[in-house]
């Protein structure tokens, strides 16, 4: 017979929880884990009546959590902290050639040196499963929390994270965000001043993207007017064709357009001042411990060794 933790922890409430706890919307949340809101509020109910306290309270339209909500919340956290730990443990005796490496990729990210080197590390590991995601930053995040993927590709510095005391970082390039615009009259311009990306509409990611979240973050720091995102699109593709086919502005980072320039008559010119950030590998450090983990961030410092990321996107 079943205790009254085991019908908390063996069910799906606790990720149901989870979301909820970090939305604080139950639309929100219900959309995120692909159910109904009246789903929903029945796991949160069942799990309220066997810990025996309401998690949640509102004021308002505004939802908050209880004293043993966050009570829930924080041993919920170091229970997963606990069997991430001991997943990681237990792979750091596998082999270097066997077992699967899943790596979430910015969506916003150019893929073609990861893909190229992906290619040449299987040639020499074929018993490893590779896994590929490309994916927001929301997810990616979730998802390293959560030990559903081992490596993530992603920029920094980001604000938006606050938790970085389990995780280690290592860098791939400084990236550069450039301006792309049709307008002869910049065509002689070596940079471009902010104020000077203000006479078009512009089309870029959606609020709450990384290379978003920065554009207005620099503009605001430099005392200008935020550009009007006009049209906004998920992936660089899009956002790289539509701004090509119109008079829009916009701007994608240097390794993007390294690529894909001669596919469009845009033109790219670096800020003044300029937009900078790092592209890096984010992991948690246990995960430098499990061999073909290490094996294969090792592979990639050896890929680049010879000839730079860049280039290699020629």
Same mark, same amino acid.
């Given at each position: ?131 590929? /995601? @490309?994916?927001?930053? +929301? ?5 390293? =929390? ?5 490596? !993530? %590709? ?94 829009? /502005? @916009?701007?994608?980072? +240097? ?5 894909? =320039? ?5 033109? !790219? %010119? ?45």
């Amino acid at each position: 017979m079943q205790n009254q933790s085991d019908n908390v922890f063996s069910s799906k409430t606790l990720n149901y929880f989870l979301q909820l706890s970090e939305t604080m919307n139950y639309t929100q949340a219900a959309q995120l884990l692909g159910i109904t809101q009246p789903a929903l509020t029945q796991q949160i109910k069942k799990l309220e009546r066997i810990v025996g306290a309401p998690l949640f309270y509102s004021i308002g339209k505004k939802l908050h959590l209880s004293e043993a909500g966050k009570t829930m919340l924080r041993t919920t956290h170091e229970v997963y902290e606990l069997l991430n730990t001991a997943t990681d443990e237990i792979q750091q005796s596998t082999s270097a050639d066997i077992g699967r490496i899943r790596v979430g990729i910015l969506s916003s990210i150019e893929l073609r040196v990861f893909t190229d080197f992906i290619i040449e590390y299987f040639k020499n590991h074929p018993k490893i499963e590779i896994a590929v /995601y @490309t994916l927001s930053r +929301k997810e990616i995040w979730e998802k390293l =929390e959560n030990n559903k993927i081992d490596l !993530a %590709i992603m920029y920094l510095p980001d604000e938006s994270i606050k938790n970085w005391k389990p995780y280690k970082t290592r860098k791939i390039i400084e990236e550069e965000l450039l301006f792309l615009h049709h307008d002869q009259a910049l065509e002689k311009k070596k940079k471009i001043r902010l104020a000077q990306t203000l006479s078009n509409s512009w089309t870029m990611y959606p609020d709450s993207f990384y290379l978003n979240d920065m554009i207005k973050e620099h503009y605001i720091n430099h005392m200008t007017d935020l550009p009007t995102f006009s049209v906004c699109f998920t992936t660089p593709q899009q956002i790289f064709r539509f701004s090509n086919a119109t008079e829009f /502005y @916009t701007a994608l980072p +240097k390794s993007y357009i390294r690529v894909h =320039e001669q596919e469009a008559s845009l033109k !790219a %010119i670096p800020f003044e001042p300029s937009i900078k950030f790092d592209m890096v590998f984010v992991y948690r450090s246990e995960k430098e411990d499990i061999p073909r983990i290490h094996s294969f961030l090792t592979g990639f410092d050896d890929y680049l060794k010879k000839i730079d990321y860049l280039a290699k996107l020629n």
